[in-house]
């Protein structure tokens, strides 16, 4: 379907299921209160009850102000299978992290089927659990991602902003056909474990059009995430697109027919990465296209890493048998922070293959030569390639 149509069908998706519900069930009729004060979650999961409940089309409502919620949790399945959550205020997180800092979720909806959110704020106040982490305290609780959908289906993300999670902000977890569209996603660049969108063990996943700025990868995609599909997206702060890391356990799902186009990255750690741990897996990557990507003073614009082993830990002096294979990087320009722009650090066991690199024009600091670094790396170049290849 072309990019136009598509959207085109959202806008009629968003207006049938927002104006032409059968019912509306706003929080506040169920006790809410938008004083950012008074704990609101039994409000919130009575009106989600209802609408679960009806056999026609609902919209659970959330007016303007802010509502204080600790976790919620939204399951499904429903008697019907059109249900908008509209937002038009804030959810905000309990500030004492450890209300939520170990239950994984904040905001889960869990084996629903076509269901619709849009617009709204989540404000998971994470300062202090980030503090919690970075002062080296092993009390800290590992944090709560704030929108997760797992075991899901069809299911729409539209003009959703999150800001300041404790964890990840967005996760996707054993889906079909889910759509994020239009989202903002913010937090400090030095805020820990913050990832903008995960995906993984989903298939048919798209990120459209959204601007994420975070301390840790803009989107991830971990093991098992086949058929996805990201464009339009502006990340920074943040440690770039990342695939992986991969290859944790000896026993992993791969990760296929990724598609990443039309990206900017501005300050970021990363920009287009693949990250593999070094140890021993049957996990792959195959059918990858990097597309149109912008890079403004971007540490590694370019980077594929098989030899990941954060700490030194559980994997030092292996090989990683993650198997990289048909990646292609086309239209890649902008600048590097680091003289190194290009670089290419594979398993020595099972080298990448098949990688493709069509005008590639990445500059050192805006006017210097950057080179490139490879290797058990192999493939081929055309057009404009700098720096210099090192296949």
């Known amino acids: 379907m072309a990019f ?87 959810l905000v997180a309990p500030s004492n992290y450890f209300v939520l800092g170990n239950a994984k979720f904040w905001v889960l909806f869990h084996g629903v089927q076509g269901v619709t959110i849009v617009g709204g704020t989540l404000d998971a106040q994470g300062a202090g659990l980030w503090a919690c982490k970075t002062s080296g305290s092993r009390k800290c609780p590992d944090g709560a991602t704030s929108l997760a959908i797992s075991n899901s289906n069809n299911v729409i993300v539209y003009g959703l902003s999150s800001i300041n999670s404790q964890m990840f902000h967005i996760a996707v977890n054993g889906c ?38 975070t301390g840790d990868d803009c989107v991830s995609i971990g093991p098992g995430a086949t058929n996805l599909w990201i464009e339009g997206v502006a990340c920074g702060p943040g440690h770039g697109i990342s695939i992986g890391s991969l290859g944790k356990d000896l026993k992993e799902q791969g990760v296929s027919n990724v598609t990443v186009k039309r990206v900017t990255f501005k300050g970021t750690e990363n920009g287009l990465r693949i990250k593999a741990w070094a140890k021993p897996s049957n ?54 922070a680091t003289k190194v722009a290009v670089k290419f650090d594979c398993s020595k066991k099972y080298p990448c293959r098949g990688i493709k690199m069509q005008d590639v024009n990445l500059s050192f ?18 057009g404009v390639m700098k720096p210099t290849s090192c296949f």
């Open 283 to 336: 996990g792959f990557v195959n059918g990858v296209l990097f597309q149109n990507a912008i890079m403004t003073n971007v540490e590694n614009p370019i980077v594929i890493d098989e030899n990941y082993c954060p700490g030194d830990k559980n994997c030092p002096r292996q090989v990683s048998g993650v198997k990289i294979s048909n990646v292609r990087y086309q239209d890649v320009h902008g600048t590097s």
């Open 365 to 382: 600091k805006n006017q210097l030569p950057a080179s490139a670094y490879c290797v058990n790396a192999a493939g081929t170049t055309s």
């Open 4 to 90: 136009h149509r598509f959207l085109a069908l959202v806008t009629i998706v968003l207006f049938t299921a927002t104006t032409v519900s059968a019912g509306t069930y706003n929080v506040k009729s169920y006790g809410a209160k938008p004083n950012g004060k008074t704990d609101s979650s039994k409000a919130f999961m009575a009106a989600w009850s209802s609408a679960c409940g009806s056999t026609k089309a609902a919209t659970v409502y959330v007016p303007k102000g802010r509502f204080l919620v600790g976790g919620l949790r939204f399951n499904g399945p429903c008697r019907n299978g059109a249900i908008t959550v509209r937002i038009d205020g804030t």
């Open 176 to 213: 079909r056909n889910v759509r994020i569209l239009g989202v903002n996603v913010m937090a400090p660049w030095n805020s820990p474990n913050t990832d903008g969108i995960h995906v993984q063990l989903s298939t048919g996943v798209t990120i459209l059009n959204s601007k994420i700025g």
